[in-house]
């Protein structure tokens, strides 16, 4: 697919979304991980999570006051090995990186390092935080809870968030093994891309309150702020397709991104108070670090980890199908389409962008504007 | 479904699965480690990994020799929270059981553990290791790789075993939160269950190299073993309902199984040598152990883990729908329905108990026989 969207230079939009983010009193060096983390998932070509959240996300919820710009970490507890922060609603992002940083720390000391975050808010792409344990050469496993989107298998009441179970792993390629997505077949960003894109959702995906598979992209977007439909599971519907597996995998990022450190879960972290009014989101996030120096050693590690990924691409494609991916090899070959031109921006970003610089008579001129 | 099999007494089936394990020449007590963990899985009602097992893939693989009784196991690294063993063609049983006591210890002191074992053979169910960790108060999780018999993405040869990626977490109910299971869609005992009831596979869960699904259950067998078809990973075929998902977690699970310990993988696994004659296993498994109490501490973890259960399974269930389950729970019930009448055995079962007896001249008497 050939882009046709402006491009703005990684700089720039870096430069531009830090100045945004300390306008909105977000501290310089807490600005430049939150840009740095939005702007790897316009990198790797995971759009729903990077500049098209920028506002919506962030700057809005630090508007409303749900996200606090100035993130108190309060380190609740420590061990060797372990670490559990109160983000006290400040940027998830802000606490993520400072957890991954002592953890990674940790880990080169004692081979194995776990943590927990509680009272924290989105965290981005939980594949930012294990690629943060990869580049230090070791193994990086993270997940997040989010607002009740999922049902049960049998169920039909939105219960647990998209839960993300993600794993980043060293490979002697040029890119690493990375698995970063939902535990639910699809997540609300797809389903927003399809209403966009005018495409119905696949069926099978959702399921509304009477128990029926609901296809219409619109109509779910409605029905799910009103809680009258949910995601189904990996493997969807019942069990004969393994729906239940899936619904294990979503509870079991539910349970370790809460009972760790002993924060809120599930309708907890609707971001609605009883009344209806907004509320803090008191996300949880976990994350675990594992040095393979401390197993057979990094080059062993990294080099069975390619092996495996280079014979499963070179394993027999289905009739009609051009190749067989592994896991991060697509982002890999995003950011090498993108890594000269910049970030792609739509319409509704430009528009975004243009009314922050004002807002803030920040002294950027963007490309798309000449 | 009432149970019209007749049973064994528990003791009598593990007093008996001990003297023919050591009359096979392992010693008595790595006979009663295998014994339990067969049994184990006859107690949470999963029949595919338990005493129907014994002969097939345990016995007869010592009688053919890819199978070694005597379990030579070998520190091949440790540190103080990991630990590398080579488990030389002995039984993988004993093998994860000595790996877990060591990792629960490592967990009790540091917090967290982590291990790998290779060359080794079939380990029973993965929840077994998991649970150990859970009876010591701690989260467990585990993976083991197998013989070829899942396709990537895209592709339809077998590469990938069925993978479990099982977690087992302590809660403050009367069972644990246990998540067992293969990362493909389907396994092949659940195939062979199919067959021998008659029964077809449903379709989306099996391809052929053709491309297409395959759902009469004999024929898949057929095929499989001629290396004509694949299992297809969670998720199904293609990505739109999500089956790259499904793949990544069979990735994963392929790479920790091999990569921390640099033992062999996928086609290295098929238990045949280049000229078709059989070859041993050298399977490789990975074991993490997490102990609560380095974080907010059991008791807190115990409490949101079983709340989460409690909530997921009052939520509103689908129409039609019986009941909402959680990971562990039927296991839970099967063990509640069998503990007071024994181990459920068919009549190929009972042919082989005979036959074992007979062959050993042991002193049994089995109710089946009166």
Known sequence: MTETRPFVPWDMMNAFMIDVFAAYGVPREDAAICADVLLESDRRGIESHGCNRFKPIYLDRIEEGTLLPVTELEIVKETPTTLVMDAHNGLGMVASYRMMERLIEKAKVYGMAG??????????????????AEKAGMIGISGTNARPSVAPTFGVEPMMGTNPLTFTMPTDEAFPFNFDCATSTIQNGKIEYYERSGKETPPGLVITSEGES????????????????????????????????????????????????????????????????????RL????????????????????????ICRELRASEKAPGAERIYTAGEKEWEAWQERKDKGVPVGESIQKELIELRDKFQLPYRFPFES
């Open 115 to 132: 943590g927990s975050i509680f009272n924290s808010t989105h965290y981005g792409i939980a594949g930012y935080w294990t690629t943060m």
């Open 214 to 281: 609901l296809t219409d992209s619109g109509r779910i977007l409605k029905e799910m702020r009103a809680g009258r439909c949910a995601l189904l599971p990996l493997g969807g519907a019942g069990e004969a397709s393994g729906g239940y597996k899936g619904y294990g995998f979503s509870a079991i990022v539910e349970i370790l991104s809460a009972a760790l450190s002993g924060g809120p879960f599930m309708k907890q972290l609707s971001g609605k108070k009883e009344d209806g009014s907004k509320d803090m989101y």
């Open 284 to 307: 949880g996030h976990f994350f675990f670090v594992i040095n393979p120096e401390f197993f057979m050693g990094l080059e062993t590690f990294k080099e069975t980890a390619g092996e």
